[in-house]
């Protein structure tokens, strides 16, 4: 059953290429027989602690060697993994802990002040890299020994929690065979081998980071460079040095890397694929990268369908379909429908849906809702898209963000594709705002108003959109905006802090302060 499941891929490379590196982490390297060792020790200490198939159990730290090994021990245990929000407060943290059950974290010392309250109260017990506040360690619970039984396809191996932008966090049950479909497709689609290099800056336990992992690393038995957390200059030196040849993560953190004084004088011809997701690519950042030899591909996904990609967009299509994220990836369908879920004809925007095995087993203790996602034997996305008559989707906007300005609808994220594929604009958002003749109108919100070139602005807005789709004000926010931990913008905040036009904005109708 080795192939079947994600804890057997551990032990096959440990068999296989047991010299092989699995893991650098701050000038440490670990390799596959080491980590296929140190996880079966670490499971059978869970399962001593009593920790059975079918558990859940939750993990709460931020990057490092011992969230990998934790991981594949909770697999190997026959349980699944429950990944719980390095941002989230104590409050936030009783929702998932209450919802999933668990009865065992395993974090570290860092997370005490958070943990221990909700953990105590719950009478959960809590594992610690090191030694804190009266938890058992990792080291003083493995006990080395044979495998254990490992677990089936179908067995549940995660359950992510949504970001949670409007009330609680959904738990998404992601079952083993769904997310090696998931990584097996998107793998074999890029030609990541066991030579190669994956590059994670991002949180592990944000369903990217962890996907990266399974997708560009454990399926393949490549190696994983683990940076402990993102800092532009700590990630480039650091992709420079350990030769990353591999790196996915959000359009925002690219950007970030390439306004950075030492883009230019690294050496990074070793990186060759850059896969960008959650935001659309500039034109800007596009060329930014390609000036140094480096092309960054759009990709679409969702925490339902394994946390993984749906659509990639093939990098020698990258300058061409600028703005779209691609064709479904192996063994996927998508389709774009009405209301009625009805396909609709080439380019007219409807409902993205998805089927194939990657998508989710359901939603956690949510029958009703589980039904309607997947009503008809698909995933209904929520996402608005259109497919173009070569099979490219774009992605034009979240059906809940679309505002409606008399009576017509209107997608922020097409506008926002506009903004940033014309004019270069990176750090804005389009909401709805109050009007009393059209009932909501599009606001633009800009970081600095004072370095938005107006004229250009209301030029391209009238060339490239139709007159109800182009904002009406905009906006300075004077500060970054807000933002969840997959790096996407928080409209939700936004629209709670400007329900209107404030004061002082400007009028691109008028062309003067409101």
Same mark, same amino acid.
């Given at each position: 059953?080795?192939?079947?499941?994600?804890?057997?891929?551990?032990? $096959?490379?440990?068999?296989?290429?047991?010299?092989?590196?699995?893991?650098?982490?701050?000038?440490?390297?670990?390799?596959?027989?080491?980590?296929?060792?140190?996880?079966?020790?670490?499971?059978?200490?869970?399962?001593?602690?009593?920790?059975?198939?079918?558990?859940?159990?939750?993990?709460?730290?931020?990057?490092?060697?011992?969230?990998?090994?934790?991981?594949?021990?909770?697999?190997?245990?026959?349980?699944?993994?429950?990944?719980?929000?390095?941002?989230?407060?104590?409050?936030?943290?009783?929702?998932?802990?209450?919802?999933?059950?668990?009865?065992?974290?395993?974090?570290?010392?860092?997370?005490?002040?958070?943990?221990?309250?909700?953990?105590?109260?719950?009478?959960?017990?809590?594992?610690?890299?090191?030694? !804190?506040?009266?938890?058992?360690?990792?080291?003083?619970?493995?006990?080395?020994?044979?495998?254990?039984?490992?677990?089936?396809?179908?067995?549940?191996?995660?359950?992510?929690?949504?970001?949670?932008?409007?009330?609680?966090?959904?738990?998404?049950?992601?079952?083993?065979?769904?997310?090696?479909?998931?990584?097996?497709?998107?793998?074999?689609?890029?030609?990541?081998?066991?030579?190669?290099?994956?590059?994670?800056?991002?949180?592990?336990?944000?369903?990217?980071?962890?996907?990266?992992?399974?997708?560009?690393?454990?399926?393949?038995?490549?190696?994983?460079?683990?940076?402990?957390?993102?800092?532009?200059?700590?990630?480039?030196?650091?992709?420079?040095?350990?030769?990353?040849?591999?790196?996915?993560?959000?359009?925002?953190?690219?950007?970030?890397?390439?306004?950075?004084?030492?883009?230019?004088?690294?050496?990074?011809?070793?990186?060759?694929?850059?896969?960008? !997701?959650?935001?659309?690519?500039?034109?800007?950042?596009?060329?930014?990268?390609?000036?140094?030899?480096?092309?960054?591909?759009?990709? $679409?996904?969702?925490?339902?369908?394994?946390?993984?990609?749906?659509?990639?967009?093939?990098? !020698?299509?990258?300058?061409?379909?600028?703005? %779209?994220?691609?064709?479904?990836?192996?063994?996927?369908?998508?389709?774009?429908?009405?209301?009625?879920?009805?396909?609709?004809?080439?380019?007219?925007?409807?409902?993205?849906?998805?089927?194939?095995?990657?998508?989710?087993?359901?939603?956690?203790?949510?029958?009703?809702?589980?039904?309607?996602?997947?009503?008809?034997?698909?995933?209904?996305?929520?996402?608005?898209?259109?497919?173009?008559?070569?099979? %490219?989707?774009?992605?034009?906007?979240?059906?809940?963000?679309?505002?409606?300005?008399?009576?017509?609808?209107?997608?922020?994220?097409?506008?926002?594709?506009?903004? !940033?594929?014309?004019?270069?604009?990176?750090?804005?958002?389009?909401?709805?705002?109050?009007?009393?003749?059209?009932?909501?109108?599009?606001?633009?919100?800009?970081?600095?108003?004072?370095?938005?070139?107006?004229?250009?602005?209301?030029?391209?807005?009238?060339?490239?959109?139709?007159?109800?789709?182009?904002?009406? %004000?905009?906006?300075?926010?004077?500060?970054?905006?807000?933002?969840?931990?997959?790096?996407?913008?928080?409209?939700?905040?936004?629209?709670?802090?400007?329900?209107?036009?404030?004061?002082?904005?400007?009028?691109?109708?008028?062309?003067?302060?409101?």
């Amino acid at each position: 059953m080795t192939q079947q499941n994600l804890a057997g891929l551990v032990h $096959y490379w440990a068999e296989y290429r047991p010299w092989h590196t699995a893991l650098h982490f701050e000038g440490t390297d670990t390799t596959w027989r080491e980590l296929d060792a140190r996880s079966t020790a670490l499971a059978r200490g869970l399962r001593a602690l009593g920790v059975e198939p079918g558990d859940g159990v939750g993990i709460l730290m931020r990057n490092r060697p011992e969230f990998v090994e934790t991981v594949i021990a909770i697999w190997k245990a026959g349980a699944f993994v429950v990944p719980l929000n390095i941002r989230w407060t104590a409050a936030e943290l009783g929702f998932p802990l209450d919802n999933s059950g668990v009865r065992l974290v395993v974090t570290e010392p860092h997370f005490a002040g958070v943990l221990g309250e909700p953990a105590a109260d719950r009478d959960i017990t809590v594992v610690s890299t090191e030694a !804190a506040d009266g938890w058992r360690t990792l080291e003083a619970i493995r006990e080395p020994g044979p495998r254990l039984p490992e677990p089936g396809r179908d067995d549940m191996a995660f359950l992510f929690y949504t970001s949670g932008t409007t009330g609680y966090p959904k738990g998404v049950r992601i079952n083993h065979g769904n997310i090696i479909a998931s990584a097996l497709a998107v793998a074999l689609g890029d030609g990541v081998t066991w030579r190669d290099r994956t590059l994670v800056a991002i949180p592990m336990a944000f369903t990217g980071g962890m996907n990266t992992y399974v997708r560009e690393t454990l399926i393949c038995g490549a190696t994983l460079v683990l940076a402990p957390r993102f800092d532009p200059e700590y990630v480039m030196h650091l992709a420079a040095e350990q030769r990353a040849t591999v790196w996915s993560s959000v359009p925002v953190i690219f950007e970030q890397v390439l306004h950075h004084k030492d883009f230019g004088s690294l050496d990074l011809s070793s990186l060759w694929l850059c896969r960008a !997701a959650g935001a659309t690519v500039s034109r800007g950042l596009l060329h930014g990268w390609q000036e140094r030899g480096i092309t960054l591909a759009q990709g $679409y996904g969702l925490t339902e369908c394994s946390g993984g990609y749906l659509a990639t967009l093939n990098p !020698a299509d990258a300058e061409r379909k600028l703005g %779209y994220a691609g064709r479904p990836v192996l063994h996927t369908e998508m389709r774009i429908v009405d209301d009625q879920d009805e396909e609709l004809p080439r380019g007219e925007a409807g409902q993205i849906i998805a089927r194939g095995p990657s998508i989710m087993d359901s939603y956690w203790k949510l029958p009703e809702e589980t039904a309607e996602a997947l009503r008809g034997g698909w995933l209904h996305t929520g996402d608005v898209g259109v497919m173009d008559e070569e099979g %490219y989707i774009r992605v034009v906007d979240r059906k809940k963000d679309m505002l409606i300005s008399g009576g017509l609808n209107v997608y922020p994220a097409e506008i926002e594709r506009v903004l !940033a594929t014309v004019l270069g604009l990176e750090e804005c958002a389009v909401i709805g705002v109050e009007d009393e003749r059209w009932g909501e109108v599009p606001a633009l919100i800009v970081t600095d108003a004072a370095a938005v070139d107006v004229p250009a602005l209301r030029s391209a807005l009238v060339t490239e959109l139709a007159d109800y789709k182009r904002p009406r %004000y905009l906006i300075d926010n004077t500060g970054p905006l807000p933002r969840t931990l997959s790096g996407k913008i928080q409209k939700t905040e936004l629209r709670k802090q400007y329900p209107g036009a404030p004061a002082g904005s400007l009028d691109l109708k008028a062309g003067q302060p409101v």
